[in-house]
């Protein structure tokens, strides 16, 4: 593929563009990796995504491979720990919205199931839209706010409307690849 076939917010970078050919848009169904692109997603706020990629591998060593039903047993301990981590984000408050969030998702997962609950939305199928620019692309939606007030009702933090609406690009809940890029075709089949 073409770097101009790409989607306009590419970058260069071969961890950028192997991350939007194989996985930004595709469908994911699993409840700990949903759960674990929802906490990378908050961790990205105020960040670029790139730097999100480029330490997600640390990230995932530093968080028990974003077990939550790890995640939810740390206390201030793994939180004084994590803050010493260089190959994280290191944010407090975003360190600790991850151990509440997997308390939160350990409700979730318990009650419907995470996927369950985060695809119903959608009636469990992509919704694809037919975006010829980036300009088109919204960076919030009516559902993104629905789905963050309530992620938020469930105990969740770092999940506001723009996060989820990123959130719900990459895990392949909206199909926000660009009509000129090919991977919009692809992954609205749902193919790898």
């Known amino acids: 593929m073409l770097d101009d076939e790409r ?7 071969q961890v950028y563009i192997d991350y939007h050919d ?3 848009g595709v469908p994911e169904y699993n409840s ?7 906490i990378l997603d908050g961790f990205q706020a105020g960040l670029s995504w790139i730097t999100i990629l480029k330490k997600r591998e640390n990230f995932r060593t530093a968080f028990a491979n974003f077990d939550p039903n790890i995640v939810a047993n740390w206390d201030e301990k793994e939180v004084l720990n994590l803050l010493k981590n260089s190959g994280i984000i290191r944010h407090r408050g975003k360190i600790e919205a991850t151990i509440n969030n997997a308390r939160s998702w350990q409700k979730i997962e318990t009650d419907i199931g995470f996927n369950t609950f985060l695809w119903n939305y959608v009636d469990g199928e992509p919704q694809t839209n037919r975006w010829k620019t980036l300009n088109e692309v919204p960076v919030q939606t009516p559902l993104s706010l629905q789905i963050s007030k309530d992620l938020k009702k469930a105990g969740f933090k770092f999940c506001g409307p723009t996060i989820v609406y990123a959130f719900m690009q990459a895990v392949g809940m909206v199909n926000d690849h660009l009509l000129t890029c090919p991977c919009h075709d692809r992954v609205g089949k749902n193919v790898n």
């Open 22 to 24: 194989t996985e930004w």
């Open 32 to 38: 700990r990796a949903l759960w674990e692109k929802l």
């Open 7 to 13: 989607c306009g917010w590419v970058g260069k970078e």
